[in-house]
Nanobody, 126 residues
Framework: QVQLVESGGGLVQAGGSLRLSCAAS????????MGWFRQAPGKEREFVAV????????YYADSVKGRFTISRSSTKNTVSLQMDSLKPEDTAVYFC???????????????????WGQGTQVTVSS
């Protein structure tokens, strides 16, 4: 079993920054992708960013490109999402997710991931 625990959410003013982290524990896998999704109140969950297990490939939603940066630790058990120039429309619960199978790239659909964290709230005030 794999556990994903997010941290780093909070309240920030528009234009500010936050850094989310996702720590993975439990089983280890030879290759996998880790992604971030978000869900705002009354809206569907949407893809934010993903990184390959090697760290060499990343992909972002157009809405966050140039403002958010996904990275992973050298030990590969922690993935971070640096969020800069935050906007009120970035307000949502952010989830990290792990995909341990499949080879399509980029994996932007939630069903492509088989492990999920519990989420962390990000609120951006105007």
């Amino acid at each position: 079993q794999v556990q994903l625990v997010e941290s780093g959410g909070g309240l920030v003013q528009a234009g500010g920054s936050l850094r989310l982290s996702c720590a993975a524990s439990g089983r280890t896998f030879s290759s996998y992708d880790m992604g971030w999704f978000r869900q705002a109140p009354g809206k569907e969950r949407e893809f934010v960013a993903v990184i390959r297990w090697s760290g060499l490939n990343t992909y972002y939603a157009d809405s966050v490109k140039g403002r958010f940066t996904i990275s992973r630790s050298s030990t590969k058990n922690t993935v971070s999402l640096q969020m800069d120039s935050l906007k009120p429309e970035d307000t949502a619960v952010y989830f990290c997710a792990l995909r341990t199978y499949g080879s399509t790239w980029p994996p932007v659909a939630g069903y492509e991931y088989n492990y999920w964290g519990q989420g962390t709230q990000v609120t951006v005030s105007s």
